[in-house]
């Protein structure tokens, strides 16, 4: 227990002795807000009113955060690939999972600390710039007190944990940031494109099913949720599966190949 809570000091020395994951929270936190507040500033609702929904529109941001996040989670363990420190890490620490559960924990802790900004951030920004929604998909306005805005938005900040954590065990497989962040951004956004473009309804549904993004963000939902192609919070265990698989993969990769 010493040695994983010295493993864990130290992994939070690096990161906050340094300005770069600061500013990446920041700009995670003010993307998000900013991209999420145009969103909802960018709704009309003509005639019999909107059918979009109201909360999953204010967390549209959050698209553009986990790309902020991933790199984040990139450069955590890329870095030390990079500059040789991480020959300096694994001989402080010769228990490798030792060493990956630190970075876990002291990586995930501020993502999730900023999510609940970013994410709170946006929801308020939904209420200012949305208009009511009498007659719409759901019967009012945003608010932030519901039991479907409170489970997207709690959602939302766990996804962006997991995006991180995803993240981090596909740097600590392939050890490089550039092809890292390359798999990681493919797999979150090329998905879409793909579900996008096939027209056989059966295979779109099973790669929305399966897609990291798009099953994860399933949890943003409050309209129509009979529609969705997984449920909310079967989503997010989609992307839980995802992080899971990467973490073991990088572990396994950091016992077997970093001596």
């Not at 999420?36 to 909107?50: H, I, K, L, M």
């Not at 941001?61 to 420190?85: D, R």
């Not at 009511?132 to 039991?147: C, H, I, P, Y």
């Not at 969705?228 to 997010?236: D, E, K, N, Q």
């Given at each position: ?31 998000t ?30 698209l553009?955060?986990q790309?902020?996040?991933?790199l ?10 990079s500059?040789?420190?991480?020959g ?16 876990a924990v ?38 932030l ?9 709690a959602?939302s ?23 890292a962040?390359g ?27 399966i897609?990291?993004s ?10 129509n ?26 572990g ?8």
């Amino acid at each position: 227990m010493t040695r994983v809570l010295l493993t864990m000091h130290a992994e939070w020395t690096k990161q906050r002795t340094v300005a770069g994951p600061g500013l990446l929270l920041l700009a995670a936190v003010v993307g998000t807000v900013a991209l999420g507040a145009a969103a909802s500033a960018a709704v009309s609702c003509p005639g019999a009113g909107c059918t979009a929904d109201p909360t999953k529109t204010s967390l549209t941001g959050v698209l553009l955060g986990q790309a902020v996040i991933a790199l984040l989670a990139v450069l955590t363990v890329g870095s030390e690939y990079s500059t040789g420190m991480i020959g300096s890490t694994l001989i402080a620490t010769p228990k490798r999972w030792v060493v990956l559960a630190a970075k876990a924990v002291t990586l995930t802790g501020p993502v999730l600390v900023a999510g609940i900004f970013a994410v709170l951030g946006s929801l308020v920004m939904g209420v200012v710039f949305q208009p009511d929604r009498a007659g719409g998909a759901r019967e009012q306005g945003l608010t932030l007190g519901d039991a479907l805005s409170l489970r997207a938005a709690a959602g939302s900040v766990l996804y962006l944990g997991l995006i991180a954590l995803f993240s981090l065990g596909v740097a600590t497989s392939v050890r490089s940031s550039a092809v890292a962040i390359g798999i990681v951004l493919g797999l979150l956004y090329v998905f879409p494109i793909l579900a996008a473009v096939i027209t056989n309804p059966d295979w779109q549904r099973h790669l929305k099913q399966i897609a990291p993004s798009i099953a994860g963000l399933a949890i943003q939902a409050t309209a129509n949720l009979d529609d969705l192609p997984i449920s909310p919070w079967a989503g997010l265990g989609v992307l839980g599966l995802w992080a899971a698989g990467a973490l073991v993969l990088g572990g396994i990769a950091l016992e077997l190949r970093d001596t």
